[in-house]
């Protein structure tokens, strides 16, 4: 049950994330991941958003997980920890802590109820994030702690300057009924923080835009 102090909100924005998976991850289309487990760099970034009367627009959120088994059916070892944008002021960090922690409802918290992961801390960083406007590539960065650099999929016989999209995904991340996921190749990928560690390149990404509002009705 949603907190009934909870202020209306509604976020518009972009995610995307780079996994251990091959192209394409298979938990996209709530299948087992490629190795049987998975980790990655998830990164939120609001274009425009708002927790009451208080503005959130280009804020970031980044989140590094783990897990064994299907995410959207039986698993286990579910790890996470989280950096909210260094640049967001108290209210607005109290702001962005209550949605995607799932205390304001809404997908944030039909996710976290269905990743049931233990969280291994939470800290305010300087976030860099970057999405051509094309989708021919995005990125973020958190120095020394994690980055995520990736090139939209393209090959041989794509159109140019068209994007690998699939529609209506099995297992959407940011949840149902929202634009298609834009396929991408990881070219950098790197993470040292909260027990995370990794670097690699040549794997799998996804960018779905995203809009979501809360709480959700009595």
Not at 25 to 33: E, G, K, L, M, Y
Not at 72 to 98: C, K, M, N, P, V
Request: charged residues 20%; proline residues 6%.
């Amino acid at each position: 049950m949603t907190d009934r102090s909870v202020q209306p909100w509604r976020l518009r924005g972009v995610w995307f994330d780079a996994c251990k998976c091959t192209i394409p991850c298979p938990c996209s289309f709530a299948q087992p991941p490629t190795y049987g487990d998975c980790d990655g760099v998830l990164l939120w970034h609001v274009r425009e958003g708002n927790y009451g009367d208080m503005r959130l627009d280009g804020l970031n959120v980044v989140m590094l997980a783990s897990f064994v088994g299907n995410v959207w059916g039986e698993h286990s070892d579910a790890y996470g920890a989280i950096f909210l944008d260094e640049r967001a002021d108290e209210a607005q960090r109290g702001a962005l802590q209550t949605i995607f922690g799932g205390q304001a409802g809404g997908w944030p918290a039909e996710f976290n109820e269905m990743f049931g992961g233990e969280m291994r801390g939470m800290e305010f960083a300087a976030i860099q994030a970057s999405i051509a406007d094309d989708y021919s590539d995005w990125s973020v960065s958190i120095p020394g702690k994690a980055t995520a650099r990736v090139a939209a999929l393209t090959g041989p016989t794509s159109e140019q300057g068209a994007r690998v999209e699939v529609r209506n995904l099995p297992g959407a991340e940011v949840g149902p009924g929202q634009p298609p996921a834009v396929w991408g190749r990881v070219t950098e990928e790197f993470a040292d923080a909260f027990g995370f560690r990794w670097e690699r390149s040549g794997n799998s990404s996804k960018l779905i835009p995203f809009e979501w509002s809360g709480p959700d009705a009595a």
